[in-house]
């Protein structure tokens, strides 16, 4: 079992900062591919952004450029940078994890981002 606690979400001007984190409860993170999800009111959750267990990151391709996934496997950590920030950002933020050839079965209660413009 894999609980993640997701933090940084907050309120944003448009064109600003935001550094989103995801903790993991277990050091078998580490060997996990884990990714960020977005689901913005009235739409489906999507895909923002995952990276493997050795730190190759994959970025849904509205996203590319302005939002960096990293991981710090000594502090069972992911991050999501997110930079020059729009309204259209705006969305409760997941972080999932996933066996290597699974499916993302572990999820966080998500984290809360809004972008004003």
């Known amino acids: 079992q894999v609980q993640l606690v997701e933090s940084g979400g907050g309120l944003v001007q448009a064109g600003g900062s935001l550094r989103l984190s995801c903790a993991a409860s277990?050091?078998?993170?580490?060997?996990?591919?884990a990714a960020w999800f977005r689901e913005a009111p009235g739409e489906k959750r999507e895909f923002v952004a995952s990276?493997?267990?050795?730190?190759?990151?994959t970025y849904a391709a509205s996203m590319t450029g302005r939002f960096t996934i990293s991981r710090d496997n000594a502090k069972n950590t992911m991050y999501l940078q997110m930079n020059a920030v729009k309204p259209e950002d705006t969305g409760v933020y997941y972080c999932?994890?996933?066996?290597?050839?699974?499916?993302?079965?572990?999820w966080g209660q998500g984290t809360r981002v809004t972008v004003s413009s």
């Open positions: 277990v050091s078998t993170f580490r060997i996990l591919v």
């Open positions: 990276i493997s267990a050795d730190g190759s990151p």
């Open positions: 999932a994890t996933r066996w290597p050839r699974g499916s993302y079965e572990y």
